[in-house]
Nanobody
Framework: QLQLVESGGGLVQPGGSLRLSCVAS????????VGWFRQAPGKEREGISY????????YYADSVKGRFTISRDNAKNTMYLQMNSLKPEDTAVYYC???????????????????WGQGTQVTVSN
């Protein structure tokens, strides 16, 4: 069983940066496709980025492309989401996820992920 624990959320001003971390335990994260989702109040959960286990390619939703960067450190069994140029509309609870899906180049729906973290709050506000 894979366990995921996020950290790094907080309050940041518009234009600022945060780095979210997701530490895995129980299994090696490198064999999974790993992704980040977010859910704002009153909105559906949104997939924003992933790294495919098939070929290591990355995917970004248009809403974060050019501002967010996903990465993984296999030695630390950890994945990251570097978030720059943050906007108020980025305010949400952010979740990391891992699954056996091997899709590339398209948005992967949340039901194709098997393991989820507990979420970390990101608030972008003055």
């Amino acid at each position: 069983q894979l366990q995921l624990v996020e950290s790094g959320g907080g309050l940041v001003q518009p234009g600022g940066s945060l780095r979210l971390s997701c530490v895995a335990s129980g299994r090696a994260l490198r064999v999974y496709t790993v992704g980040w989702f977010r859910q704002a109040p009153g909105k559906e959960r949104e997939g924003i980025s992933y790294i495919s286990s098939y070929d290591g390619s990355t995917y970004y939703a248009d809403s974060v492309k050019g501002r967010f960067t996903i990465s993984r450190d296999n030695a630390k069994n950890t994945m990251y989401l570097q978030m720059n140029s943050l906007k108020p509309e980025d305010t949400a609870v952010y979740y990391c996820a891992a699954g056996g899906t091997q899709r590339v180049g398209v948005l992967i729906p949340d039901y194709e992920y098997d393991y989820w973290g507990q979420g970390t709050q990101v608030t972008v506000s003055n």
